[in-house]
């Protein structure tokens, strides 16, 4: 089924690599226009431009950008209107790891944490609802983690963070319902995925990739490590109009761990 959100204007946040650039790839194949942003400017650039190549110039753009900044919001949402003409999907993609128990973990890095993974999820729909009430129908996608249903004695930031992401997607949900707005709001959960932030896992193991690959795998139902487009096929749903009946929901792409 081709063309599945036709006519769409979204910003994908974290796009330069990852999970932020397989969204917005699949986006943009399936008919969306997408501003492309990340902190790392010439990477969400580069992404743009791999985009434009396949599917045409003007698809997509790219903006530097630092989620954790209300001022970089409030230009990434002009950039939105400037650039794409408007706005109805937003996907909060950019995350990071916290390092740490709640023994070893720093103030900083904690601070750091739900500055990046929560503060941006809520500047993020503060900033973008005005202009996508002028775009309607719309949806935010707030990328959470199973890590923020299932905790772990190992990471109280990430977990403490990414639950923030999950309970405040609904109360979004609930606040755009409640005025009559059509636009709905939803956070996914993955597992762990073959991205960027899994190599930072690899590199603090000090063990070889495909020893702490395996590792991950064995802990998942189906046995395997999530790929990027398992996740952004997900995004695809949440973003397109055949969701229209699903708001203040969590999607778990976790491969089967939430069941056990």
Known sequence: MAGRVTGKLA???????????????????????????????????????AIDAECGAGTAFAFKHDVADPDHWIAAVEEARDKL????????????????????????????????????VFLGCQKALPLMRDHQPGSIVNISSIAGLIASDTMPGYNASKAAVWMLSKSVALYCAKRGWNIRCNSVHPTFVDTPILDGMVTASGKEKSVVMDKLARQIPLGRVGEPDDIANGVLYLASDESKFMTGAELKLDGGISAM
Request: charged share 15%; aromatic share 4%; proline share 0%.
């Open 11 to 49: 910003l994908v946040t974290g796009a330069a690599q990852g999970l932020g650039a397989a969204q917005a790839r699949i986006l943009a194949r399936e008919g969306a226009r997408v501003l492309c942003t990340d902190i790392n400017g010439a990477g969400a650039q580069l992404t743009a431009k």
């Open 85 to 120: 003409g408007g706005l109805s999907v937003l996907v909060n993609n950019a995350g990071v790891g916290v390092r740490g128990n709640i023994e070893t973990c720093t103030y900083e890095e904690w601070k750091r944490g739900f500055a990046i993974n929560v503060d941006s």
